[in-house]
């Protein structure tokens, strides 16, 4: 392998055209100069320079390293400067949630990476617990969570709330227990979490959403209402998620007496710097939350 500092020593040899100035130029002795060039011949099996006395040219071989070395010289220049660089609008930032955050968020940064093109945004939709194993294990950058994590490396700050929301067909008013037992309940990955949350507080009657005969299932956050829309049941959502649905004339959201939100928790790998552009992603989630 060719020793960089060999290489500074020839180009700029190459380029200054005299060994002494070469050697005041880069605070080293003219035989330590020699000395460097000699090992770059040794390294490429060729003659580098024509010695004519105290003058020297680059042979041909010569020519060509130096055409090849001085790029490689330029970027090791400018590596220390790319690598303090820490641009707020230009890099991937690698976001996780679960899917009703994300029905919220993920429309409103590619907005954001609109506005700056060289910001890329990489969203994952995932649940709370798959989410801050990702935090931990450096797969992502930024998550967020309706629970705060239990794992040491994962920092997590209340950002909002969210709430949740029962959901009917559009024909149903004031929805009683017997209502919703006939309905029966469309099931999602976090139906018996949100539905016990919501439900335990205004229905005397739940105990666990097993009480409902199940009227289906889907784990596509975009599709779980599309069943309730058809009057195939109800279901509990968050209420972003309510909000992306595309026919929402069709359902009928319903604040209960006793409103229940989930805390929204944006979470870091506490290990790790947060740069520029991760900050500025956090800083729109908070607003756009």
């Avoid at 490429?44 to 041909?60: D, M, P, S």
């Avoid at 790029?71 to 400067?81: K, V, Y």
């Avoid at 239990?150 to 017997?178: F, H, I, N, Q, Y």
């Avoid at 989930?262 to 607003?287: F, G, H, P, Q, W």
Wanted: hydrophobic share 40%.
């Amino acid at each position: 392998m060719i020793n960089p500092v060999w290489l500074r020593s020839f180009c700029t040899l190459a380029e200054v055209g005299h060994f002494t100035r070469t050697a005041q130029r880069l605070h080293m002795t003219q035989s330590g100069v020699s000395q460097h060039v000699r090992k770059l011949e040794e390294v490429v099996g060729k003659a580098l320079l024509v010695r004519q006395g105290k003058q020297f040219t680059l042979t041909e071989a010569g020519e060509r390293l130096y055409v090849e070395a001085r790029e490689i010289i330029n970027s090791l220049s400018n590596l220390e400067q790319r690598v303090l660089e820490d641009p707020p609008y230009e890099g991937i930032v690698r976001v996780m949630s679960p899917g009703s955050i994300g029905s919220r968020l993920y429309p409103r940064l590619l907005d954001l990476q609109q506005q700056h093109p060289k910001l890329i945004i990489d969203y994952r939709f995932a649940p709370n617990a798959d989410v801050e194993i990702a935090i931990a294990e450096h797969r992502a950058d930024i998550g967020f969570t309706t629970i705060p994590s239990s794992l040491d490396d994962v920092s997590c700050k209340a950002v909002a709330e969210e709430a949740l929301l029962l959901l009917t067909p559009v024909d149903v008013g004031d929805p009683s227990w017997e209502q919703l037992q006939q309905l029966g309940f469309i099931d999602h990955p976090d139906g018996a979490h949100h539905a016990g949350l919501l439900l335990r507080p205004n229905y005397p009657e739940f105990q666990h959403k097993r009480q409902f005969k199940r009227a289906g299932f889907s784990n596509q956050i975009s599709l779980i209402l599309e069943p309730v829309s058809r009057g195939l049941g109800f279901t509990v959502l968050p209420a972003f998620a309510v909000e992306a649905f595309q026919k929402p004339e069709q359902i009928k959201a319903h604040r209960l007496s006793k409103p229940i939100s989930e805390i929204l928790y944006v979470c870091t790998n506490s290990t790790r710097a947060i740069a520029k552009r991760m900050d500025i992603v956090i800083a729109e989630t908070k607003r756009l939350l």
